[in-house]
């Protein structure tokens, strides 16, 4: 078991006052809340602090923690026999946290403060889950079965907070949305009555070809300057199947045309919408520098008139 | 490798459509039926009031974990986790928007 230095990863001096400790806390915390956070490891940082403020901001284990002395953090660690007596601790803190095997082998896996402390107001039934899955844009096109690895705190036969990872195999419903959850019922913390509800949030893996904003979804099409400028029928691609569209005439980069209901199939369908884009041939032989120097020659067409130049 | 040879377990869409009691918020949230009260009273959650009883939907779900985490974790009042909640699904909203310009 590794040593961990409460002070360091606070960020505190060892003598830091009650005062100075909270401050560290809330600041570290808004910077490393998961919901709030864009830093990359935010979970592991945020419970790393969430962690050393459990310890810190008791006077008790605080005391207790620092009867243990100096230790270079990381190094291995097994806590003297006697420690912790005449301490005597109190649950209370961040609930739901993994707290580190160095937390409890010092305060054990009772001092976790969790369900206890929150109050649990439902012992008859089990505790519901939470995750987040990244889903295929696809899954929500058309339904069908995803499988999913959901990692799970649970606690084993020991009172030991362990994660497990749990495979699930889910039949996504057709039409669901970024932010929207799937709820599985039964699929949740089993209880001494009814087994709690799985709730598993999607959001959407970035696609290749479609962006998605709420049930309605784009994607650029190129087109050739000819065929914005005279209008013409086009095979494009949509979420459900390529369709033959219509572009009219004098249209232009940036057109954005609408395909009424072919967007995600929610209850509303959204809408799919072509934004155009012109492409433009290359002038890299004889015959295709002509055609550009005779377009030239006829057009009086000054791109940069809305510059004033 | 086949996903799995289990037949695939059946979820339902918990949105809009969905309807909780202020017991069932408070159940899946772990927290008692007066602090939903609060998050109500704050503005933190939008309720329905049929019949002189309070329905929620799906939706409120996820808001009010978002607020029980962030009161809990950054020590916030309940003014402060409105603010907050408020300016989390602006910037979500501006992200996206941004995501969509790229």
Known sequence: ?309 | MSPSDEPALTGTIFDQSATLSIKDLSRMCNVEERHIVEFVEEGVLNVVEVRSEWHFTGDALRRARLAVRLERDLELNLAGVALALDLIEELQQLRRELEAKR
């Open chain 1, 1 to 309: 078991m590794e040593f961990k230095d409460y002070y360091k990863v606070m960020g505190v001096a060892r003598d830091a006052t009650e005062a100075q400790i909270k401050q560290a806390y809330r600041k570290l915390a808004r910077k490393y809340h998961p919901d709030v956070s864009k830093e990359k490891d935010a979970e592991a940082r945020f419970k790393e602090v969430g962690e050393a403020y459990e310890v810190l901001k008791s006077p008790e284990k605080r005391a207790a923690y620092d009867q243990l002395g100096q230790h270079r953090p990381g190094e291995e660690f097994r806590p003297p026999p006697d420690w912790g007596s005449g301490f005597e601790f109190s649950g209370a803190g961040p609930g739901n946290s993994t707290y580190s095997d160095f937390f409890d082998s010092l305060f054990g896996a009772q001092a976790r403060s969790g369900r206890g402390a929150r109050g649990d107001f439902h012992p008859d039934r089990g505790e519901d889950h939470h995750a987040k899955v990244l889903l295929d844009l696809e899954a929500s096109l058309h339904g069908g079965a995803r499988t999913f690895t959901l990692r799970m705190p649970e606690i084993d036969d020991e009172g030991r907070l362990v994660s497990k990872e749990r495979t699930l195999n889910v039949q996504v419903p057709k039409g669901i949305l970024a932010g929207q959850q799937i709820r599985l019922a039964g699929q949740g913390a089993s209880g001494a009555g009814t087994p709690g509800d799985l709730y598993i949030e999607v959001d959407f893996a970035p696609h290749a070809l479609y962006r998605v904003e709420g049930r309605d979804v784009s994607m650029e099409l190129p087109v050739a300057p000819w065929e914005a400028a005279l209008g013409a029928t086009v095979t494009t691609p949509t979420p459900n199947g390529t369709v033959d569209l219509k572009i009219p005439p004098g249209s232009h980069a940036g057109s954005k045309l609408r395909l009424k209901g072919r967007g995600i199939p929610a209850t509303p369908p959204g809408d799919f919408y072509v934004v155009l884009q012109i492409a433009l041939p290359p002038a890299n032989d004889d015959k295709a520098k002509a055609a550009y120097a005779a377009l030239a020659a006829v057009l009086p067409f000054n791109p940069r008139a809305s510059l004033g130049v």
